[in-house]
Every structure is written in structure tokens, then in C-alpha cells.
């Protein structure tokens, strides 16, 4: 009699939901709209002075399983894509894969996935909602800082430390307002739609 392969543990005893089928499948389709998603905006995916559209995605960390490498993998593809060099792929994937590793640790301190099924949407608000504010910090640090700080070194030919901080800081206001006026009601309208993972939702 075959024994049955037992399932993938996440720390807390939960199956690993990006090492399953569906965590794959759903990872690949992450993955594909966030290159789609980057090169539609090419002109502003780039660039010091940057609107990446499809940072919108990072936020799903906090809620599908398989959004981690999803987005990950996405960025890698999409900045070979972009043809500005070997730093940029390795820099802008890193600072992806920390933001959206931080990102669905964040949603798990402050239950975002359980969190965002049961939202009010009307007066009187649940306070328990501003803590969904602070699920866009991760991206906007990781990538002002990382990104921000090679950026100069690439498009600059003298860069100055005025212009390093303007870069960072330029990278943090451009992922600050496609995942605050883009992502956060995204998520919220994709959270009241979809149900949460079990191992998401505890």
C-alpha cells in the first residue's frame, strides 16, 4: 500500500500555499501581468522619475499565496526587458523579493486577508483598517532605497549626493502613489471579492 506524500509545512503547521499547483499557477499569472503590466507603461516604468504600474501588484502579497515569487519573477523578467543592465535585474529583484517578503509577513501581524473580507465600507469605519496603510511602507522603503540609490550610477554621468537623495526619494513618491491611490483600493475591492487561504487567514 502506497503512503500518501505528506503536504509542504509552513512554519505555523499550514500547507505552504506557493508550493502547490495552485500556488505555482497563480505565481506564473502574477508574474506574466507584472511584465505585461510594466512594458504597457514603458515610459514611465523606468527612469528616475518612475510610475511603475505594475507595483500594484506587490499588495497581493498580502492576501493570494504564490504572489511572492510571482512578483519576483515578474521583475527579473521585466527588467531584462528594460535592457538597463545587469544591475538594475539584480537590484530591482532584490528589492522586490524583500518588499513582498515583508509585505505578506506584515499582512499576516495585522490579519490583512481576514481583515479585508469583513471591511466596513461605510460609516462608522473600522479603525482596524489603517493598519492596512502600512502594507505599501515595504515597497515604498525597499525600492527607494535600493533602486533609488543605483539609479544615479546608471542614468547620471556625475551623480552628487543631492541627486542620489533626489533619486530615492523620487522612486519612493512614484511607488507611493500607484500603490496608495492605485493598490490599496485594488486590494480592498480583491479582498472583498475573493476568499483568503486558510493559511493566510488565521
Known amino acids: 500500500?502506497?503512503?500518501?506524500?505528506?503536504?509542504?509545512?509552513?512554519?505555523?503547521?499550514?500547507?505552504?500555499?506557493?508550493?502547490?499547483v495552485p500556488g505555482l499557477a497563480r505565481a506564473g499569472i502574477i508574474a506574466a501581468l507584472y511584465v505585461v503590466l510594466t512594458m504597457a507603461f514603458l515610459p514611465v516604468s523606468f527612469g528616475i522619475v518612475?510610475?511603475?504600474?505594475?507595483?500594484?501588484?506587490m499588495l497581493l502579497t498580502a492576501l493570494v499565496p504564490g504572489a511572492v515569487p510571482g512578483v519576483t519573477v515578474g521583475c527579473f523578467l521585466a527588467n531584462i526587458l528594460g535592457q538597463q543592465g545587469i544591475v538594475d535585474i539584480v537590484g530591482g529583484t532584490l528589492a522586490t523579493a524583500i518588499a513582498a517578503l515583508?509585505?505578506?509577513?506584515?499582512?499576516?501581524?495585522?490579519?490583512?486577508?481576514?481583515?479585508?473580507?469583513?471591511?466596513?465600507?461605510?460609516?462608522?469605519?473600522?479603525?482596524?483598517?489603517?493598519?492596512?496603510?502600512?502594507?505599501?511602507?515595504?515597497?515604498?522603503?525597499?525600492?527607494?532605497?535600493?533602486?533609488?540609490?543605483?539609479?544615479?550610477?546608471?542614468?547620471?554621468?556625475?551623480?552628487?549626493?543631492?541627486?542620489?537623495?533626489?533619486?530615492?526619494?523620487?522612486?519612493?513618491?512614484?511607488?507611493?502613489?500607484?500603490?496608495?491611490?492605485?493598490?490599496?483600493?485594488?486590494?480592498?475591492?480583491f479582498g472583498r471579492l475573493a476568499r483568503p487561504h486558510a493559511g493566510y487567514a488565521r
Open 102 to 189: 515583508a509585505t505578506a509577513r506584515l499582512a499576516r501581524q495585522i490579519a490583512a486577508p481576514r481583515l479585508l473580507t469583513s471591511l466596513q465600507l461605510r460609516p462608522p469605519f473600522d479603525t482596524r483598517a489603517l493598519g492596512l496603510f502600512t502594507l505599501p511602507l515595504p515597497t515604498i522603503l525597499a525600492n527607494g532605497l535600493i533602486v533609488g540609490s543605483y539609479l544615479p550610477l546608471l542614468l547620471l554621468e556625475n551623480p552628487t549626493i543631492p541627486a542620489w537623495l533626489a533619486a530615492m526619494g523620487s522612486v519612493a513618491l512614484g511607488e507611493a502613489f500607484v500603490l496608495y491611490v492605485l493598490g490599496l483600493p485594488l486590494l480592498v475591492l
Open 1 to 20: 500500500m502506497l503512503k500518501q506524500r505528506p503536504k509542504p509545512q509552513s512554519r505555523e503547521g499550514v500547507a505552504s500555499p506557493a508550493l502547490t
Open 50 to 57: 518612475q510610475f511603475r504600474v505594475s507595483e500594484v501588484l
